[in-house]
Nanobody, 124 residues
């Protein structure tokens, strides 16, 4: 069982940057795709970015070119560097590991061991 804890959220101005981190416990973390999702009030949880065990990365169109996902398997961590933030990036951000589906899945239903989430608020 993998346990995930996110950190690094906060308040930023539009155009600014934040870096989120996700610390994992459990020896299977490095073997799984790790993903970031976000959920804004009144909206469904949506895919943001993910990184495979071999460090292949893929992103939602809305964040491509602005966000970068990375992982350090030796430290059991995954990070999300968010640049050029926009007010529409405001949401609770969650990390998770893929537990089913295709290796490059973007479906929240294919991910599990969700962290508690960290709030990101971007002011205009």
């Amino acid at each position: 069982q993998v346990q995930l804890i996110e950190s690094g959220g906060g308040l930023a101005q539009a155009g600014g940057s934040l870096r989120l981190s996700c610390a994992a416990s459990g020896r299977t973390f490095s073997a799984n795709t790790a993903g970031w999702f976000r959920q804004a009030p009144g909206k469904e949880r949506e895919f943001v970015a993910a990184i495979s065990s071999g460090s292949f990365t893929y992103y939602a169109d809305s964040v491509t070119g602005r966000f970068t996902v990375s992982r350090d398997n030796a430290k059991n961590t995954v990070a999300l560097q968010m640049n050029s933030l926009k007010p529409e990036d405001t949401a609770v951000y969650y990390c998770a590991v893929r537990v089913s589906g295709s290796i490059y899945s973007r479906r929240a239903a294919d991910f599990g061991s969700w962290g508690q989430g960290t709030q990101v608020t971007v002011s205009s």
